[in-house]
């Protein structure tokens, strides 16, 4: 019995020494985990700057945040063999992003989006067909009934002008005019059927067929030539009167 009383005791000196020896697995259990969480390989590793909605954001060395901009900087409408097209070129400050999403926004229905497009380039009107050669062969606002051109089709929204959304993350918004018909290109097909109101409201509307009609300010330069007419006229006139007078003041001298 006192032999085993002193194994026991032994045994739990040597485990009262384990406990209190430095290093100790078992006495430095938990400084050994708090350790290992904060040992450079269990470590979350920076991301970089955060990102929201495509730009990037955060300060520079001066503590001023970085921008988020987009810039419009070409924006024009174009005949091109007859199809009406949109030049553009945009410019995203504080966004890594290389294409550009045009949204062309429609008031009353589904938009019209092209997608993944380059920072810069030109994109056809919405409605506007164009065969293999680049020719024109259906324009927005316009359909083709037996024949002949008659004007309202499902793109009539986008004339004579339409917001457009360009998204590159940042986005903007602008307003654009459809490109106007020209003796050189015509936005227009070639021969159209135009309604013309009645002033008799009991009177049905007219249709008449027209070739290409310009646009109103175009035309209406020619209703200034009548009055130069009417001058030419009046000095036309006021000469002969005066040659008249001349050979008649002749005669009575003879």
């Excluded at 419009?72 to 091109?80: A, M, R, T």
């Amino acid at each position: 019995m006192a032999r085993i009383a002193k194994a026991g005791l032994a045994a739990l000196a040597a485990l009262v020494l384990m406990l209190l020896a430095p290093g100790s697995a078992m006495a430095g259990g938990p400084t050994s985990v708090r350790a290992a969480s904060e040992s450079p390989s269990q470590e979350a590793t920076p991301s970089g700057s955060p990102t929201v909605y495509g730009c990037l954001v955060g300060e520079d060395g001066y503590g001023t945040k970085l921008p988020c901009e987009l810039h419009v900087k070409v924006l024009e409408p174009i005949c091109d063999n007859d199809v009406p097209k949109l030049k553009y070129e945009v410019e995203a400050v504080g966004s890594p992003n290389t294409k550009v999403k045009i949204t062309w926004l429609n008031p009353g229905g589904d938009d019209y989006v092209q997608d993944n497009l380059p920072l810069s380039g030109t994109v056809l009107w919405p409605g506007a067909v164009q065969d293999a050669d680049g020719n024109a062969v259906d324009w927005p606002g316009w359909r083709l009934e037996d024949g002949v051109w008659v004007e309202g089709d499902e793109f009539d929204w986008v004339r004579p002008s339409v917001s457009v959304l360009f998204q590159v993350n940042p986005e903007m918004t602008v307003n654009v005019a459809y490109p106007p018909s020209s003796p050189k290109c015509l936005t227009n097909p070639p021969e159209v059927l135009v309604s013309t109101p009645s002033p008799d409201p009991t009177t049905p509307d007219t249709e008449v067929l027209v070739d290409n009609p310009l646009p109103p300010e175009v035309a209406a330069t020619g209703s200034n030539v009548a009055p130069l007419l009417i001058g030419a006229a009046v000095l036309v006139g006021g000469g002969l009167i005066a040659v008249l007078l001349v050979n008649r003041q002749r005669r009575r001298q003879v």
